[in-house]
């Protein structure tokens, strides 16, 4: 039988991501991102939706040195259900999404004339810049072809 689990998702972080530790000494950040939804409602407004989020080890340490509240950010992992019981006794249900990778969606550019998305906290220190990639070089024109007049020579 065969399954899959993708989640794609670019959307704004709600609030600064904060970088934890496991007992074990693993590191975790837990966030959210809201996405904006492709129609609009009967008012004419768009909604969105509050989706959440948890990264591991490089992933969220990464997350939590380059991005800030407000910020785009592209998610791309798989969307995990768990359960649990909370200090009252109740049984919780979770859906997030575990974040394999996360990218910037913005240019550097975007980002300065706005909040300050990279601004160095914690231990990482201030963030290095970054720039989009360069275009790439102008290709040669391609190569003319000559149309074959009869076609009883191609094989088949």
């Known amino acids: 039988m065969a399954s899959l689990n993708k989640a794609i998702l670019i959307g704004n972080l709600t609030a600064d991501p904060e970088l934890k530790q496991t007992p074990s000494g693993v590191s975790v950040c837990s966030f959210s991102i809201g996405v904006t939804r492709r129609f609009k409602d009967a008012n004419g407004n768009y909604q969105s939706d509050f989706i959440n989020i948890v990264a591991w ?3 969220a340490e990464f997350i939590t ?12 992992g798989s969307i995990q259900s768990r359960s649990y019981t909370d200090q009252q006794g109740n049984k919780r249900y979770v859906t997030e999404v575990v ?3 996360a990218s910037f969606v913005d240019s550097k ?9 990279f601004a160095g906290t914690g231990d ?3 963030a290095p810049a970054y ?8 290709q040669p024109a391609a190569p003319k072809f000559e149309e074959i007049a009869g076609d009883e020579d191609l094989p088949f």
């Open 131 to 138: 720039s989009a990639p360069a275009a790439p070089a102008a």
């Open 65 to 76: 040195k380059y991005f800030r509240k407000g910020r785009p950010i592209c998610i791309v």
């Open 109 to 117: 550019q975007d980002s300065q004339n706005t909040a300050p998305a």
């Open 124 to 126: 990482f220190g201030s």
């Open 57 to 59: 080890r490089s992933t």
């Open 99 to 101: 974040a394999d990778e």
